[in-house]
């Protein structure tokens, strides 16, 4: 027998309701027959929907698609118009009409032909209703960060009376004057409120944090919060205070705000940051983790993607989440999901923001007075003698009492202009979403300016009901002109010094003749011109199938192309090069045009091209209500192809001038254009004259996957994935990485039903093995050079003839990199969702290192070869901690805390258990060991000779005699002073909401670590010519008057003084004030939403123990973080 669906019966009325009594009929025949008023079907289905705003209508033409249920039903009896929202997540029919159907008047049957009947009860609440005094009720329903809830459910109880939000949140009904409303909407906690008399209410919900099913994006898919076996932090850009900070990167929203990662920091404008998931796993291998946009992986830069497009990101750490991308995950994961449009109204959004900058560092360099003292000691002079050592422009500076600061001079307020537009929408089968972005920031140091256009689309459809297609877009381009100052230069400049001539230009050599004292600008703004060009474009597409007649089954295939080139263009001109003897009249046309021979310029161009395609096929089944299977088989492919060139030009005497600097190469009289290797130097291999340009990269995957859950309460994931990549030795490119993971939900048991204070608990365990495969193309070949690179030269007579030669030894067995590891932890809520803790333990171990060591030299007189070898431990411990410790009706104080404890240790080595001091690695021990003598002080009268074989002064930096012989020996007397990585992270949000303000204070913190203090080793104690004009850093150094301990005298040049510091610090790294407009305000104004806001970042930092620069930067001669102050908006149409 066949059944017409109410869904394809809109049209023709006559016939809807003959084939409805029909159906009626035999529905009623069958009930008799079988005498069962309920069926296995529809106790084991289970179905999950997402339905905002459709009516009820809708809601049962999509259980008819997504299931076997059909319904019966007399539209003329039944209001089925009405609009409302569901979300569940695999819940039976029964609990989906239930909760439909609730007060509605109407009541249904379920058949053992999965047929459902929807009858009117006999007496409707709505015709009991009394004849009392109505009035109309107006309001808004906002959630707890202000925005709109659309589609909640406004009901007056005890009826059927009843309405939903729109897109703004608002709401509208006339009810009894003594009514209550019923205010819910799923995710959230329901609300009953007593009218009593009101006419215009706002409604905050809260967020019900238990029932909520938090979605994880994992590899090749989803799960949930609750199946989840693994470990991965989240954080929610769009709705994160710490993105109201400007940043041109990704990775500075996880800085502080996600355990076990450590970003690093740069005060270059645009500059690219790298970062690390739990701690250094390669000795020298990288650690970059892998990145995925949009469940593709991407193959371009995290400066290419607009801060404001993305919605969230997520990093997975543990090795069974890991397990899904095998040969790359052995760093880590970081999962990017881009912004989607939401059903409703088209939505414009306009981000933009201002924001001023300035060095948040700036080193304590010596006064003109304190320099003369230091220049006097040097010279062996008195402190307050004449400054005889001075040049004739320094003396005439000194007797003006003219001085420099060369620091205030290389620096100026910077600015950060950002803007963002998008555009977005969703209807029932179409999604969509445009954005574009501009980035324009001048940074705290002339020379140093980065700009970034950004534009990113995606849409899908569903084509019907079977098949969805979706395609995206992401452009980028970005410039970074200018030359960068020299910041060592800047702060060891003499301040008697003068940095321009009398007739207004530049001068080159500031304190008038010693070459060693260059005007820090002057590559700046004489004759230096440069500027890096890049550009990137991705463009990808998918198609996911659910295949008929098989429920739960969905086939999906996306591929994805990326295209990313860069281009460095640098002219130096003949200007740049006078002579220093010359002085103020010597800078003439003439002068300069003899300079044209050594005119030159560079152009360099980097080109990658990737293409990547994914087949997955996926299966769910849920059977019996208790058991839930989801299985995933995955087959990828990927290619990667670069090209490298380069292009010089030098003399231009035959043109006679450089007007067109870097686009005028091809005047130039030298000519030459190379082919240049990648980015790992090691693989260049030589061609004649020019390097190897060109390489070509391929992988191929496979990946079998199960996750399982019973009863929500027991979980288990497995999976494993086979790797092949072309960039290992003939037997070692293919690997296999299985992984299994476990996880119980305690709180499900029966014997945790009444410990109240535990709103859930969830302990979880995982194993698993990755790859590592980040190995340049052809370092498992023996390359050959040829011709005059090859240095291998005949002579026959006068003739000459070049041969071929090795130029690096190739190792055919270089295979993976494979790091296996354990985690387990727990996940717990406490104090009805007030608290919430995620802790983590992991141990991993790296095998086959990658790396270059020394072998015997063979016939090519070459003696290193990259080898596969060594074993790297790494363990560690992560917690986050959230809570709400206030909660009320206009104030809200949210808190959170992040620890990271990261230990490593280099178990083995060469296999022959020694260690090798010379690159300081040493077995048993962490890597980044610092090793060296023992400070003890300083030598004070009377204690020259604190050991034999030493000639010391007082004065001097004094160290240990480790072994008591009296004197100090290499081999005897140094040991590990400490690691240059911290013992522990540490980080602390709070959120303080009251009404519509918003404060967001973060402070980031660093415990442990040493490093080489540049500053003091590095600048207070050079003696020799070359740098014996260098000023120093202000500190109270051993004189006759001053015996101090810690800072040796003027004239120390020893090199085994290391001036080992602690990084510890602690910094004030955002703080946050936003307002958002009242509704009712912005309602009259035609705007669905405006926040404005002011943010500081980087604004203190406190480091004891570290001097001379940031500790972040840990050094001197580099750009210092800056601190960052922001007024922007946020405007929604």
């Known amino acids: 027998m066949q059944f017409f669906y109410i869904s394809k019966l809109k049209k023709y009325p006559d016939l809807k309701r003959i084939i409805t009594i029909m159906r009626l009929t035999t529905f009623l025949l069958i009930v008799c027959s079988l005498n069962i008023s309920a069926t296995i079907y529809s106790q084991n289905t289970k179905l999950s929907l997402d339905i905002r705003n459709k009516s009820i209508k809708e809601v049962l033409f999509q259980i008819e698609d997504l299931s076997e249920f059909r319904f019966i039903y007399e539209s003329e009896k039944i209001n089925l118009n009405k609009k409302v929202s569901v979300r569940v997540k695999e819940q039976t029919v029964e609990s989906i009409l239930g909760n439909l159907f609730e007060k509605e008047g109407v009541k249904y049957e379920i058949t053992e032909n999965n047929l459902i009947l929807i009858t009117p009860e006999t007496t409707s609440p709505a015709l009991q209703e009394s004849s009392q005094q109505k009035i109309n009720i107006t309001g808004v329903i906002v959630d707890e960060l202000d925005e709109p809830v659309i589609g909640a459910n406004v009901v007056e109880k005890g009826t059927t009376n009843g309405t939903t939000s729109d897109i703004d949140g608002n709401f509208s009904l006339t009810v009894s004057d ?22 215009s209410m706002r409604v905050v919900l809260t967020e019900d944090t238990r029932t909520l099913d938090e979605v994880v994006i994992i590899g090749y898919g989803t799960t949930t919060r609750q199946n989840f076996t693994g470990s991965v932090s989240t954080v929610n850009v769009e709705n994160s205070p710490a993105a109201l900070s400007p940043t041109a990167n990704l990775m500075n929203l996880l800085r502080g705000t996600v355990a076990g990662i450590t970003v690093n920091s740069s005060g270059e404008a645009g500059a690219s940051l790298a970062m690390q998931v739990r701690g250094q796993r390669s000795i020298n291998g990288t650690s970059d983790p892998l990145f995925v946009v949009d469940g593709v992986i991407f193959s371009g830069t995290l400066d290419d993607l607009d801060v404001n497009s993305i919605e969230s990101i997520s990093v997975l750490k543990d090795a069974s989440t890991l397990a899904a991308y095998g040969t790359r995950a052995a760093n880590g994961v970081v999962m990017i999901t881009s912004k989607k449009g939401k059903q409703g109204k088209p939505v414009i959004n306009l981000n ?37 050592w001075m040049g004739d422009l320094e003396r005439a500076n000194y007797e003006k009492g003219e001085t420099t600061d060369w620091f205030d001079y290389i620096t100026r307020t910077g600015l950060i202009q950002n803007y963002s537009l998008s555009f977005s929408g969703a209807t029932e089968n179409m999604n969509y979403y445009m954005s574009g972005g501009h980035w324009n920031q001048k940074g705290n140091y002339y020379g140093d300016n980065f700009q970034r256009n950004t534009f990113s689309a995606r849409i899908s459809t569903n084509i019907n009901q079977y098949i969805e297609i979706g395609a995206n877009v992401n452009l980028a381009y970005n410039n970074s002109d200018g030359i960068r100052p020299s910041f060592g230069a800047a702060i060891t400049m003499t301040p008697w010094g003068e940095p321009e001539l009398s007739n207004g230009n530049m001068r080159k050599f500031t ?19 440069r500027e890096l060009v890049g550009s990137t474009q991705v463009l990808g597409g998918f198609v996911n199938i659910k295949i008929p007649k098989v429920d739960g089954l969905t086939y999906k295939v996306t591929g994805s192309y990326t295209g990313r080139s860069s281009t460095t263009r640098q002219f130096t001109h003949e200007t740049n090069f006078p002579e220093m003897s010359l002085g103020e009249d010597g800078y003439t046309t003439e002068v300069f045009n003899s300079h044209l021979i050594d005119a030159n310029g560079a152009i360099t161009t980097n080109s990658i091209k990737s293409w990547i395609m994914d087949n997955i096929l996926n299966y769910t089944r849920v059977i019996n209500n208790n058991h839930y299977f989801n299985a995933t088989l995955v087959y990828t492919r990927d290619e990667q192809i670069r090209d490298n060139t380069r292009m010089t030009g030098s003399d231009f005497r035959g043109v006679g001038n450089t007007t067109l600097g870097f686009y ?72 296999t990485f299985p992984s299994v993971g476990v996880a119980w939900t305690m709180t499900r048991e029966s014997f945790m039903q009444n410990i109240k204070p535990i709103d859930d608990l969830k302990l979880k365990v995982s194993w698993g093995k990755n790859g590592n495969q980040a190995l340049s193309p052809y370092r498992t070949l023996t390359p050959v050079a040829m011709g005059r690179g090859g240095n291998q030269v005949y002579y026959f007579g006068n003739q000459v003839a070049y041969g071929q030669q090795i130029s690096a030894l190739g190792n055919p067995m270089l295979g993976w990199e494979e790091t296996t590891s354990l985690n387990y932890g727990f996940e717990i809520d406490i104090l009805k969702q007030r608290l919430h803790m995620d802790l983590n333990i992991y141990n991993s ?20 070869q990259d080898a596969t070898m060594g074993q790297v431990n790494n363990k560690g411990v992560e917690i986050s901690v959230n809570g709400m410790p206030v909660r009320n009706k206009d104030f809200m104080w949210n808190a959170g805390l992040i620890f990271t404890l990261n230990r490593n240790k280099l178990v083995d080595l060469y296999g022959d258990g020694q260690d090798d001091i010379a690159n300081s690695l040493f077995i048993g021990k962490s890597l980044g060991a610092i090793y060296g003598y023992v400070w003890d002080g300083i030598v004070q009268e009377g204690e020259e000779n604190y050991v034999s074989n030493m000639v010391s002064t007082p004065g001097d930096a004094q160290y240990a005699d480790l072994n008591g012989d009296g004197e100090l020996r290499d081999a005897d007397d140094r040991k590990i002073l400490g690691y240059n990585k911290e013992n522990f992270r540490l980080s602390m949000t709070n959120t303080f909401s009251y009404k519509n303000f918003d404060l967001y204070i973060m402070l980031n913190g660093t415990f442990g670590g040493n490093g080489y203090g540049m500053a003091t080793n590095n600048l207070a104690y050079l003696t020799q010519h070359n740098y014996f004009y260098y000023n120093s850093l202000d500190f109270p150094f051993w004189t006759p008057e001053n015996k101090s301990e810690k800072y040796p005298k003027w004239s120390y040049q020893d090199n085994r003084f290391t001036a080992l510091q602690s990084y510890s610090f602690v910094r004030l790294q955002d703080v946050n004030l936003s307002y958002t407009l009242p509704n009712t305000v912005l309602n009259k104004w035609g705007i669905s939403g405006l926040k404005l806001y002011l943010s500081g970042t980087n604004l203190f930092f406190y480091a004891p123990h570290w001097v001379g620069s940031d500790p972040e930067i840990r050094n001197y001669a580099a750009a210092q973080l800056p601190r960052t102050f922001t007024l922007g908006l946020n405007l929604k149409f």
């Open 511 to 529: 304190n008038g003749t010693e070459t060693t004292m260059v005007n820090p600008l002057w590559n700046t703004f004489n004759g230096v011109d």
């Open 352 to 388: 933009t923001s201002l924001a001023m900058t300035s060095p948040n560092f700036r080193p304590d360099m010596r006064d003109g007075k304190g320099y003369i003292e230091l220049m006097n000691r040097r010279s062996g002079l008195a402190g307050d003698a004449d400054p005889s």
């Open 845 to 864: 171990d790296t095998r086959e290192q990658i790396f270059n060591r020394v072998v015997p030299p063979m016939g090519s007189g070459l003696s290193r």
């Open 178 to 199: 003594n009514a209550v409303l019923q205010v819910s909407y799923v995710g959230y906690i329901s609300q009953d409120i007593v009218v009593k008399g009101q006419t």
């Open 664 to 735: 005028g190469l091809t005047n130039a009289d030298v000519q030459k254009i190379e082919l240049i290797g990648d980015n790992f130097s090691d693989s260049r291999i030589a061609l004649g004259n020019n390097r190897f340009a060109n390489s070509r990269i391929a992988n191929i995957g496979y990946l079998g996957r199960l996750n399982y859950s019973y009863d929500n309460k027991y979980h288990l994931n497995l999976s494993v994935r086979r790797d092949g990549a072309s960039v290992f030795g003939q037997d070692k490119k293919w690997g």
